[in-house]
C-alpha cells in the first residue's frame, strides 16, 4: 500500500518565478493538506482541500493556491516567490473528509528560493 | 487561540538512557494530543496519541499521558537506541470543529552510541 508522495524532491527557483509541488495521497485517503516547514520550526497549516474544493486555510497569502483532482491528488502553486517561501512543503492525506484527527505526511519538497 | 509548547532542544542522551522531552498546551475545549516523529530527509510519522484527560499514548516503547490539569503531554521512553534520533514534535487538534493540527517547534534528540 503506497504511502503518501510528493514531486519534486528538491526544487530551486528565483525571486518572483511560479512553482507548483505535487502530492498522491494514501490509497483510501480523500482529504490533502499542505503544510510549509520552515528550518527549525514546525509544520505550519496553509490549506486543507476534499472534494476538489478549500476547505480550510490558514494564515498564508493569496499567493498560494491549489487543486484537488477527481482522484484525490493535489498541487500547491507559489506565485511570484520570495526568499522566505524557502521551505520544506509537507503534503498530507487523511480519510473521511477531514473529519479524521490524525495525518499522514508525505517526504515533503524542499524549496529553495534564490 | 491554541498553541504548542515544547523543550528546546537539542536534547543529547547516551543508549540506554532515559528520554523525557516535555510539551505543554494552550487550547479551547477538549483537544487530542499528539507526538509526531521526523526522521532525516523524511515526513512527520505518528508516533501517538491520546485523545482525552488520563489516557495514555504508547509505541515502540515511547509513552505520554495526557494530563489536562497541568495542560501536558510529556514524551518518554525508559532506554533510548541511536536509532531514536530525530526531531520530536508535539500537537493538538480536535477543537472548534477543526481537526487540523497546531504542531510545536520540534526538539531534536541525538543519541549516542
Known amino acids: 500500500d503506497a504511502g503518501v508522495t510528493q514531486s519534486p524532491t528538491h526544487l530551486i527557483k528565483t525571486r518572483g518565478q511560479q512553482v507548483t509541488l505535487r502530492c498522491s495521497p494514501k490509497?483510501?485517503?480523500?482529504?490533502v493538506s499542505w503544510y510549509q516547514q520552515a528550518l527549525g520550526q514546525g509544520p505550519q497549516f496553509i490549506f486543507q482541500?476534499?472534494?476538489?474544493?478549500?476547505?480550510q486555510r490558514g494564515n498564508f497569502p493569496d499567493r498560494f493556491s491549489g487543486h484537488q483532482f477527481p482522484n484525490y491528488s493535489s498541487e500547491l502553486n507559489v506565485n511570484a516567490l520570495l526568499l522566505g517561501d524557502s521551505a520544506l512543503y509537507l503534503c498530507?492525506?487523511?480519510?473521511?473528509?477531514?473529519?479524521?484527527?490524525?495525518?499522514?505526511f508525505g517526504p515533503g519538497t524542499r524549496l529553495l528560493v534564490l | 487561540g491554541n498553541s504548542v509548547t515544547q523543550m528546546e532542544g537539542p536534547v543529547t542522551l547516551s543508549e540506554e538512557a532515559f528520554l523525557t522531552i516535555n510539551c505543554t498546551y494552550t487550547?479551547?475545549?477538549?483537544?487530542?494530543l499528539f507526538w509526531y516523529v521526523q526522521y532525516p530527509g523524511e515526513g512527520l510519522q505518528l508516533l501517538l496519541k491520546?485523545?482525552?484527560?488520563?489516557d495514555k499514548g504508547s509505541n515502540k516503547g515511547f509513552e505520554a499521558t495526557y494530563r489536562k490539569e497541568t495542560t501536558s503531554f510529556h514524551l518518554e521512553k525508559g532506554s533510548v537506541q541511536v536509532s531514536d534520533s530525530a526531531v520530536y514534535f508535539c500537537?493538538?487538534?480536535?477543537?472548534?470543529?477543526?481537526?487540523?493540527?497546531?504542531f510545536g517547534r520540534g526538539t531534536s534528540l541525538i543519541v549516542h552510541p
Open positions: 487550547a479551547t475545549g477538549y483537544p487530542s
Open positions: 498530507a492525506s487523511s480519510p473521511r473528509q477531514g473529519r479524521e484527527e490524525t495525518q499522514y
Open positions: 491520546a485523545t482525552k484527560a488520563d
Open positions: 500537537a493538538l487538534s480536535g477543537t472548534g470543529g477543526s481537526y487540523i493540527p497546531t
Open positions: 490509497s483510501g485517503h480523500d482529504t
Open positions: 482541500y476534499y472534494e476538489e474544493e478549500e476547505r
